[in-house]
């Protein structure tokens, strides 16, 4: 597509729920990163897609969040039993593959996550 | 922790004046990178500079970089109600696709 697409733009969800966020990265860009911030922080790195793997996963706060990439393209982050702390907004990037970050990301415009 | 810090936090100023930004970082890197977000959802890149450049221009933008002192700033001239926004430095490390990004300045320009 033109841009990075994410989906839902907004999701509530109950405490304990599990939920799924969907990104969808610029066609032709094999790199994917996942990154969330909280209101009014900076972003914080969860996790690195080149192709379907994920060489850097590092940033994952807990067992509890876990994401897949199928196909080189589309990426679900799927966060089980939902905490009140996890609620922030969700931002997903995609860009070319150079070396060491060479490339701007393109930034999709979130999700927003708010447990309850 | 993070790697960038944006200096100041929050800054104001008058329509058509020159706004400033820091960054300040902890390692060598590769590159150094600028964003701007809105409304706290995406971010849009703004410029890249890579660690053997000092300074580079793109249209009102300016930014500088100096390896020795581990910082960059970002200049913004004659500025606009429209850049009214959040910005934020991110850090390339070598052989390292992932950026790491600062904490923020927040930017309002005053009509």
């Known amino acids: 597509g033109a841009g990075v697409s994410q989906s839902p733009s907004n999701k509530v969800t109950e405490k304990g729920k599990d939920v799924e966020l969907r990104c969808d990265p610029i066609?032709?860009?094999?790199?994917l990163y996942w990154y969330r911030q909280s209101l009014g922080q900076g972003l914080e790195f969860l996790i690195y897609?080149?192709?379907?793997?994920?060489?850097?996963k590092s940033g994952l706060p807990s067992d509890r969040f876990s994401a897949e990439r199928t196909g080189g393209s589309v990426s679900t982050l799927t966060i089980q039993r939902t905490q009140q702390e996890d609620s922030a907004v969700y931002l997903c990037?995609?860009?070319?593959?150079?070396?060491?970050?060479?490339?701007?990301?393109?930034f999709g415009s979130g999700t927003r996550l708010t447990v309850v | 922790s993070q790697q960038g810090e944006e200096d100041p936090q929050a800054l104001s100023i008058q329509e058509g004046e020159n706004a400033t930004m820091n960054c300040s970082y902890k390692?060598?890197?590769?590159?150094l990178q600028w964003y701007r977000q809105n409304s706290g959802r995406g971010l849009v890149h703004l410029i890249l500079?890579?660690?053997?450049?000092r300074e580079k221009h793109s249209g009102r933008l300016r930014v500088t970089l100096d390896t020795s002192k581990k910082s960059s700033s970002l200049l913004i001239t004659a500025s606009r109600a429209a850049d009214t926004a959040s910005y934020f430095c991110?850090?390339?490390?070598?052989?390292?696709?992932?950026?790491?990004f600062g904490t923020g300045t927040r930017l309002t320009i005053i009509p």
């Open positions: 991110a850090t390339s490390l070598f052989g390292n696709e992932k950026l790491t």
């Open positions: 390692t060598s890197i590769n590159n």
């Open positions: 066609s032709g860009h094999t790199a």
């Open positions: 897609f080149q192709g379907n793997s994920a060489p850097d």
């Open positions: 990037a995609s860009s070319l593959v150079g070396q060491g970050g060479s490339y701007g990301y393109t």
């Open positions: 500079i890579r660690s053997n450049e």
